[in-house]
């Protein structure tokens, strides 16, 4: 099956700073998400971008499917920022495969 | 609220015990999936259903869960003889079945078998 690393697995950040993370993915995918895991559990849709850019306020995805990786971009983080980010891929239109997560900390 | 919705959002049970959770789906959303968290990993999949078919099963579906889906609309999970093993978190997500297949997912059943 696929496979999908996300790196950093962890991440402290000052409130301000801006930040990258980044998702590599082992195979052709046709879906690929990413989420924010809020403290109460629930995956928070962040961005649906199998390929190309979107922007949405402070957050900024790119996914560059012929080399088989997407990068999220956080901008002048804050602490509510904080959390676990999932990059997701699916394949066929079926199950998505996740990543192992990035744990964030926006420090105050 | 249109989004999907699980219940209960949290279920503590004996070892031994069949346990059963409910997934209600966006509404105009024919794919329905089942994932399972463990502490500090991603989720993982379980098995999908598109209208009332079960399509997918993973291997981490043993043979004491069973999920239906019988009139393409709600899900349900069962698990029976529950086991310490089996105690996570059980996230339920839907999507159209045409692109964009982008999933949304339900605040999760956390699950504690004692």
């Known amino acids: 099956g696929i496979q999908v690393e996300q790196s950093p697995p962890d991440l ?29 559990g629930q995956l928070i849709n962040l961005f649906y971008i199998p390929s190309g850019t979107k922007q949405n306020g402070r957050l900024s995805a790119t996914t560059v ?4 990786y997407s990068l999220l971009y956080i901008s002048s983080s804050q602490t509510t920022d904080s959390g676990v980010y999932f990059c997701a891929v699916g394949a066929a239109g079926n199950k998505l495969t996740f990543g192992g997560g990035t744990r964030v900390l926006v420090k105050p | 609220d249109t989004g999907v919705s699980q219940d209960p959002r949290h279920k ?7 346990v059963t959770f409910r997934c209600d789906p966006i509404s105009e959303h024919n ?8 502490l500090g990993q991603g989720p993982e999949f379980l098995t999908y259903f598109q209208n009332e078919a079960q399509l997918e099963k993973s291997r981490l579906l043993s043979d004491r869960f069973s999920a239906e889906r019988p ?44």
């Open chain 2, 31 to 38: 794919r329905l999936y089942w994932y399972r968290q463990t």
């Open chain 2, 71 to 114: 009139k393409g609309s709600f899900s349900t999970l069962e698990i029976q003889r529950t086991e310490q093993g089996d105690s996570a978190m059980y996230l339920c997500a839907s999507s159209l079945d045409a692109n964009p297949r982008e999933a949304f997912f339900g605040q999760g059943t956390r699950l504690t078998v004692v």
């Open chain 1, 12 to 40: 402290i950040l000052q409130e301000g700073a801006n930040s990258t993370l980044r998702c590599n993915f082992s195979d052709s995918v046709n879906n690929l998400q990413w989420f924010h895991q809020n403290p109460w």
């Open chain 2, 12 to 18: 503590i049970t004996k070892r031994g015990q069949n």
């Open chain 1, 65 to 68: 499917a012929t080399e088989r």
